[in-house]
Nanobody, 116 residues
């Protein structure tokens, strides 16, 4: 069994910063890609950022220049540093973990609320 646990969400004013963390544990062979998705009420879940095992990154256009994804392979952990937050960043943020045999695992989500 694989567990994916996010932390670090909360309430912040516009222009502020938050750092999300996600740890994967359990019967996971080897992680390939780790990423963050978000889902606002009434909307679909969209990719925010992703990072491969060798550090290649991919960002949604809406967060480029404001968010930074990083990971610690030894700890099976991925981070999302979010700066210059906007009210439209308000959503539940989900951690996504893919292993080398293409299994996908999701965390339970962490709420990020940005007030104007």
């Amino acid at each position: 069994q694989v567990h994916v646990v996010e932390s670090g969400g909360g309430l912040v004013q516009a222009g502020g910063s938050l750092r999300l963390s996600c740890v994967a544990s359990g019967s996971i062979i080897r992680i390939s890609t780790m990423g963050w998705y978000r889902q606002a009420p009434g909307k679909q879940r969209d990719l925010v950022a992703a990072i491969t095992s060798v550090g290649s990154t991919n960002y949604a256009d809406s967060v480029k220049g404001r968010f930074t994804i990083s990971r610690d392979n030894a700890k099976n952990t991925v981070y999302l540093q979010m700066n210059s937050l906007k009210p439209e960043d308000t959503a539940v943020y989900y951690c996504n973990v893919k292993d080398i045999v293409s299994r996908t695992f999701w965390g339970q989500g962490t709420q990020v609320t940005v007030s104007s």
